[in-house]
């Protein structure tokens, strides 16, 4: 039988509720674990995850039936309703409304992986790629007039 050949990877980023530094060592690792769970109930395939107090970064590779925004939505959903209920944090645990989502090549795939995997590392030693970063796009005011003129 033959199959289409498909290999989407997506690098996703986002933070948590005003940038508050929520992801503790203590909720970290079930936190981890309960998104990585989700995803793979969602059919995709996790190579990388890990997060700074204030935000994560996650690469998957995703089926062709998932939708980007129904996976975020899902694993932002799940995690934040495990936080509060099962882990029961000092204060409320939220995550921020908006995402960064971005494609990544076959061949940047490793390159990712590790850039993921060094967050930490990344964040302690100031060596972060900015637009990996990027959790959401600032729009100028001007160019919300442009778009609404057109």
């Not at 190579?47 to 998957?60: C, E, F, K």
């Not at 039936?65 to 209920?85: D, H, M, P, W, Y």
């Amino acid at each position: 039988m033959r199959r289409d050949a498909l290999a989407l990877y997506i690098h996703l980023v986002w933070a948590t509720w005003d940038r508050l530094p929520l992801i503790t060592p203590e909720i970290e690792r079930p936190l981890h674990r309960v998104i990585a769970s989700e995803a793979q109930k969602m059919g995709c395939v996790l190579l990388a995850l890990n997060s700074v107090p204030d935000h994560l970064h996650i690469l998957v590779r995703i089926p062709s039936t998932v939708a980007i925004a129904e996976l975020v939505k899902q694993l932002k959903g799940v995690s934040s309703r495990f936080v509060n209920e099962t882990l029961d944090p000092a204060r409320s645990f939220k995550w921020q409304g908006f995402y960064g989502a971005f494609s990544v090549s076959r061949w940047d795939v490793e390159k990712i992986q590790t850039y993921v995997q060094r967050q930490k590392e990344h964040h302690e030693t100031s060596t972060l790629i900015p637009e990996l970063e990027s959790v959401s796009e600032e729009v100028k005011p001007e160019q919300l007039e442009s778009v609404n003129a057109g």
